[in-house]
Every structure is written in C-alpha cells, then in structure tokens.
C-alpha cells in the first residue's frame, strides 16, 4: 500500500498510534542557508463533502513574487476530529505535492506545527512524510497559552504547553488580533519568525496562505483545473 492510500484507510486508533511513533521523528532546527522560494498550501472543501481541493503556491523572495502553483483535488474518508484533522487532509496534500515541480525551500501549511496537544500538527506531520522544512501558520490556538503581545506589528510573544515553547503569537497588523505560527520540521523558532514576517503584506495573513487559500477556493468553485502550472 502506499503512503496515499495508507491516509485513506487508517483509522483514528492509529492515526494517534502514529502520532506518536512520528512524534519521535521531529527536528526542529536552523534551515542551512536563506530560503530563495517559500510557498503555501491551503484546504479547500464543501460542508458535508469529502471532496478537498488544495492548492500549493510557490513564491519568489524577496518580492513575493508566485512563480508556481500546483492545484489537486481527492476524496478523503477520515473523519472530522479535533487533533486529527491532518489525517482528512494528507492524501489531497500529498497529491498536489506530488506533481509540484518547482519545490520551495520552506512550505507554510494553513495549521499548526509543533503548537499540537501531541506536536504533531498538520505541518509537523506533513513535513516529516515529504522531509522538507515547515511551517504552521494558525489563525487560532490549538494548544498553549501566551503571556502580554504588544500591539504593533512583529511583536510576538512564545506560546508556552507545559513549560514547553511550542509556537509565537504573532502581531501581523498592528492593532488586529495575532497569529499562531509554530515550527513543523527542519525549522527553527527563529526561521519561523523571520520566514512569516517576510512573507506579511498590509493583510493579517502572509501572502503564501491567502495565494493558496484564494486557488484551492477557486478549484473547489470550479474557476480552476488540477495541474501544475509555472508562470
């Protein structure tokens, strides 16, 4: 069986087996050099269906400029639990991962990293299946608290679970509620940081999950096909 079907078939038993069997694999550390592309990938679907639409998009730094998206659609059979919503997610993930030609140096997954009751986030798990350097990038905290968070922009403050650091409330607009960025793999708490921060516009989210975000809804609606496409 591969790895794409194994998604489709596991059960929540163990899908939690293997969280913590992954658990183990985890590597949290400083990426060799600067990143010359980043990218984002984002989840599309309809309530009540389990169809997902995903779209990664690959930008160019320093301008942020999109140079690559790869687009896919799959059907998923695991069901919606708290914890495990990488498991609904992995096959249609893989599947565009798969046929993105242009790989970037680090992928910003829309979820959590590490900042996961057992640090096994969509970011954390996907990036150890693929071994390539993540990020999570969450609009809300899954697990952990924060101390004070200034109000402007870049100001950050470490997500703390028993005693833990596991991810950084970030201020991505001044005066606007933060974000939740944690590192997944092959990424350290200060790449993180920088990675995210240069990847903010004037918008709350970075660009690479409102690109990605904006063509797995395109997909999803139909204003779309799957492939892989450069610009």
């Not at 269906?49 to 690959?58: C, E, F, G, K, R």
């Not at 708290?82 to 991962?97: I, N």
């Not at 999570?136 to 402007?152: E, F, M, R, S, V």
């Amino acid at each position: 069986m591969n790895r794409l079907e194994h998604y489709k078939t596991i059960n929540p038993s163990a899908a939690k087996e293997l969280q913590q069997e992954l658990r183990q694999q985890i590597k949290l550390e400083p990426l060799p050099e600067p990143p010359k592309y980043i990218a984002g990938a984002d989840i599309s679907f309809s309530r009540g269906s389990d169809l997902m639409h995903a779209a990664i998009i690959v930008l160019e730094l320093p301008d942020l400029t999109p140079v690559a998206r790869s687009l896919a659609s799959d059907e998923t059979s695991f069901p919606y639990i708290p914890g495990l919503l990488a498991f609904r997610e992995m096959p249609v993930l893989l599947k565009a991962w798969n046929q993105l030609k242009l790989k970037s140096d680090v992928l910003i997954l829309d979820g959590h990293g590490v900042a996961h009751p057992r640090r096994m986030g969509i970011a954390t798990h996907f990036g150890i299946e693929v071994d390539h350097p993540t990020i999570g990038c969450a609009k809300n905290i899954l697990t952990g608290t924060h101390g004070d968070l200034g109000i402007d922009k870049g100001d950050k403050a470490y997500l703390i679970d028993d005693d833990e650091k596991i991810g950084i409330a970030l201020r991505s607009r001044t005066n606007v509620n933060p974000i939740y960025v944690s590192p997944g793999y092959r990424c350290s708490f200060k790449d993180t940081y920088n990675i995210v921060m240069g990847a903010l516009t004037k918008y709350k989210l970075p660009k690479t999950s409102r690109l990605a975000h904006q063509w797995a809804n395109k997909l999803r609606r139909g204003e779309a096909q799957e492939g892989y496409v450069e610009f």
